[in-house]
């Protein structure tokens, strides 16, 4: 089926933001701007972590392994896109399409994995405090992270495959800034209803199943800091999993609104900004919401931002 595809044409032209072509240089300004600043970001925070022995903890690992996420999730849609405000040019082949497609899926089901281990290390931390160290050792977190890793790209095997082998018909005209399983799902012109079907399976079994992991886990810790009896005790052990909070509704808020609420309700302009929000806002914030509300981080990026003078006045 993939030659039947190859037949006809060999890339696809994405839309991108058609209605704001006029305005491509301070589009492009505004999603650099963001880039770096996500990259650099989130290359900080895994810096910071590794090099503050203080901060080899289970949930900064599992912090980690999200920043080092994020950078390549934002990697994935926006140097193409970029490009496309520059050049102009918005052909991208079949195959590197695809590989977009896998890639960008691959660490949004990661990223749905590690939220779901960050908000188990809470419960843990929370819950059962003198059990934790014991639990989450380094061995068990190293497993539990591989294990998000190893699910996340090789569940995003099966919608890629499927939708690979899709009838085009000649028709390439993708009606996003990247490839993503809607729009192109949108260019069959065959019976696409088996494939439909076993995507939203994987998709709401990858999502639902891990959002279902963090409140199950959310409630318990509710319920164990409304126990706890001084003012000051609630706020510290509310604190330490109010970021992780954060994160969590605004990429399943942005994803749900997209993938989960009927096609009918809006229009495809309206999922590409949503499509922004978790694909690229979300990286982006994820970093300023870790170091903002955490003292542990900002003080680690003061003593390695002294080192760093220290050692240029000596130089």
Known sequence: MEMLNQTYFDYFLLQGFVNLENNSVALFTLFFIIYFLTITGNMLIVLVVHYQRNLHTPMYFFITNLAFLEMWYVSVTTPKLLAMLVTKDKKISFHLCFAQLYMFHSLGITECNLLAMMAFDRFLAICKPLRYNTIMNARICRYLALMCWITGFLMAI???????????????????????????????????????????????????????????????????????????????????????????????????????????????????MFAIVYAMFTPFFNPVIYSLRNQEVILGLKRGFEIIFIQIAKK
């Open 158 to 272: 099966i919608p890629m495959t499927l939708t690979s082998q899709v009838p085009f018909c000649g028709r390439h005209y993708v009606n996003h800034y990247f490839c993503d399983l809607a729009p192109l799902l949108s260019l069959a012109c065959g019976d696409i209803t088996l494939t439909v079907t076993i995507n939203r399976c994987v998709g709401g079994f990858a999502t639902m199943f891990n959002l279902g992991i963090v409140i199950i886990m959310y409630i318990n810790i509710i319920l164990s800091i409304v126990k706890i009896k001084t003012t000051m005790g609630r706020k510290k052990a509310f604190s330490t999993c109010s970021s992780h909070l954060t994160v969590v509704t605004l990429f399943y808020g942005a994803a749900c609104i997209v993938y989960a609420s009927p096609k009918e309700a809006h229009t495809v302009d309206y999922d590409k």
